[in-house]
């Protein structure tokens, strides 16, 4: 299958076309119905309504987006910047005829999307394979996907202060690499799929990635000349190159490294994909990233990525020995957010390639047992799935191994708040206990405090210190940790609220202080007291 490709001026022109066609237009014109039956990869009411409609917005979501068709005349007055002989050369759409009630359909999937910045909202447009949810038929194995729903994920998790390099590892259809080049001097994205790295070009040529955009910023959204001004200073670079995972990039360092790598544990005998198949045995990619992603991390670099691993017992053991393998000793932080069984893991994976029992029954029942056979050949109980956060000291040895589960609904962006926990984690370790007895420590604002308790009691039975963004972490406080963290206005110090609570509850110092320090320590390390 071809790419699409436009020469400068033509891209020009689409954009052109394009604006004004954002996630919040197409909104407004289909309707909170249709787009959540979108996100669950139904496009039977999106296409009801956007044919309803004669605006500019139905008409290219219909065409583009939705894999419908519109008449020649539709479409010439929704590009007319354009027009269709640059597009149709270009292979992005193919037509019937030349006559006005000729069929017009697209070859490629392009659709708005909304970038979340400090600075408000920035609209992209993202171009990608069309998916079996457009096409009706199971996606071919050089498939270049669009932005799904780990890609999301990974661009929230990501930590947005300024870099100089970037590496985007696995850059598919370029989504990562345009979100970099609102913070870093320079990127570099790499991909096995050549195809990958001609929709990434073409993503970054139609979004100008780094220039200014024409037009006014709407409220609350950001232009791309103001994120400008915002970056470190120059124009973002891609650097695109092609190659299996690290190897396009040996022996350069980076500021920071992101990844949706392809960790899809495919066995042998099931329909492998390029976009989720790394070509390394059961869970190899993610295990060859966190023993080997160090090397090319400069001091002070993180890397951040999304991974699928085998479970055996206890989950944290296979990872922490990957992390013990690196050759570059690495700070690590890892949230696992879900685990799948065998038969729960193949069905998610054959259902996203399109490959269903009422399709194709041999095919399926082929795959599905393969799965089966293939975990229970190196008894994996479940498959994990989860966040990965390393970073490498600027200087000395690791002092962070920190592996948790937490399967609730997280904040979004959560870059932010893994950046404030790294920062919280290093000051605790250069803080000792006497530091923070004189430390005057802040709650945080998005912190509550809930109390339960049967009615006729004077007392509450529980008191929860609830977290309302980030983790949302709650935590089971007694009378004193209570009220310690309702005292921390950044006024008194947490040996002086110690000591009030101390006489307050009529207990020795001594021991208030031995109670309290550990589990301001963890409040701190969660974001709910900040220094």
Not at 164 to 176: A, F, H, K, S, Y
Not at 198 to 215: D, T
Not at 504 to 525: C, F, K, Q, T
Request: proline share 5%.
């Amino acid at each position: 299958m071809s790419t699409p490709s436009l020469d400068a001026a033509s891209v020009e022109a689409l954009r052109a076309d394009l604006a004004g066609w954002t996630v919040d237009t197409v909104t407004e014109v289909l309707g909170d119905r249709a787009v959540r039956a979108l996100d669950r990869e139904q496009v039977l009411p999106a296409t009801l309504e956007a044919r309803a409609s004669d605006a500019r917005e139905a008409v290219l979501s219909r065409l583009f987006s939705l894999g419908d068709t519109v008449t020649r005349r539709q479409a010439d007055a929704a590009l007319a910047s354009v027009g269709l002989t640059a597009l149709e050369s270009g292979g992005l759409v193919a037509t019937a005829g030349a006559g006005p009630d000729d069929e017009v359909r697209s070859l490629v999937d392009l659709r708005p999307y909304a970038a979340t910045t400090h600075d408000g909202q920035v609209d992209w447009w993202i171009a990608s394979d069309q998916g079996e949810a457009l096409t009706g038929r199971a996606v071919h194995t050089d498939h270049v996907l669009g932005v799904g729903g780990a890609s999301a994920m990974l661009a929230s998790v990501t930590m947005r202060d300024a870099r100089g390099r970037v590496l985007d590892l696995g850059t598919g259809c370029g989504i990562q690499a345009l979100h970099a080049s609102l913070h870093a001097r320079e990127v570099v994205a790499t991909d096995v799929s050549r195809r990958a790295l001609e929709y990434a070009r073409f993503n970054e040529s139609l979004n100008a990635a780094g220039e200014p955009s024409e037009g006014e910023p709407s409220e609350g959204r950001a232009s791309a000349r103001e994120v400008h001004a915002h970056r470190p200073s120059g124009r973002t670079a891609w650097d695109l190159r092609e190659g299996s995972m690290l190897e396009p990039v040996v022996g350069e360092l980076f500021d920071q490294v992101v990844s949706n790598p392809p960790f899809v544990i495919t066995p042998p005998g099931a329909p492998a994909f390029e976009y989720r198949d790394g070509g390394l045995e059961r869970d190899g990619v993610v295990l060859s990233l966190l023993s080997g992603v160090g090397s090319v991390l400069a001091p002070g670099g993180v890397a951040q990525f999304l991974g699928n691993w085998e479970i055996h017992g206890d989950w944290r053991a296979r990872l922490e020995q990957a992390l013990d393998a690196s050759e570059v000793p690495l700070d690590a932080w890892i949230v696992q957010r879900d685990a799948l069984d065998p038969a729960e893991y193949a069905e998610t994976w054959l259902r996203d390639a399109g490959i269903t029992q009422d399709r194709d029954p041999a095919g399926f029942t082929t795959a599905y047992e393969a799965y089966l056979r293939s975990f229970d050949a190196v008894g994996a109980d479940a498959v994990g799935f989860g966040i990965v956060t390393l970073r490498r000291p600027a200087s000395g040895a690791p002092t962070l191994r920190r592996l948790e589960e937490h399967e609730g609904a997280l904040a979004a962006p959560l870059g932010p708040t893994l950046a404030a926990g790294l920062r919280a984690h290093d000051w605790l370790v250069g803080t000792s206990d006497a530091a923070v007895l004189d430390t005057a420590l802040v709650v945080a604002p998005d912190v509550t405090k809930e109390t339960y308790g049967r009615p006729l009691l004077a007392d509450p039975e529980h008191i929860l210190i609830r977290q309302g963004g980030g983790f949302g972490r709650a935590v089971k406080a007694d009378t004193a940790l209570a009220g310690l963290v309702g005292a921390c206005d950044g006024e008194l110090t947490v040996g002086q609220i110690a000591h009030a609570l101390a006489v307050l509850l009529d207990v020795p110092a001594s021991d208030m202080i031995g109670g309290l320090v550990p589990a301001v320590r963890e409040l701190v390390r969660d974001g709910i007291l900040t220094a």
